[in-house]
């Protein structure tokens, strides 16, 4: 089982930046770790994932002002988060793709509201 636990969620203006983190722990090789979001009332979606060798994909809305990024010697993700907007005001979930096991784990969620 992998555990993981993200921090770095808050409460910012419109057009600020946030960077949220996640750490790993448990057993297993870590392959791709990424983030998701769900704003209320919508579905769950995509945010960014990065490969354990560095290879990154970003959703259209977020391309140009997010960053993923990782530490495979901490088992550690991040993601930088610019020029923020009130669309971005979701529960940011951390997940991550193990070696031999089928489908993701997941965090249990950070919060990030973006006030206009």
């Known amino acids: 089982q992998v555990q993981l636990v993200e921090s770095g969620g808050d409460l910012v203006q419109s057009g600020g930046s946030l960077r949220l983190s996640c750490a790993a722990s448990g057993s297993g090789t870590i392959l791709t770790m990424g983030w998701h979001r769900q704003a209320p009332g919508e579905v769950r979606g995509l945010v960014a994932t990065v490969t354990r060798g560095g290879m990154t994909n970003y959703a259209d809305s977020v391309k140009g002002r997010f960053a993923i990024s990782r530490d495979n010697a901490k088992n550690m993700v991040y993601l930088q988060m610019n020029s923020l907007k009130p669309e971005d005001t979701a529960v940011y979930y951390c997940?991550?793709?193990?070696?031999?096991?089928?489908?993701?784990?997941w965090g249990q969620g950070t919060q990030v509201t973006v006030s206009s």
């Open positions: 997940v991550a793709s193990v070696v031999g096991r089928a489908g993701f784990s």
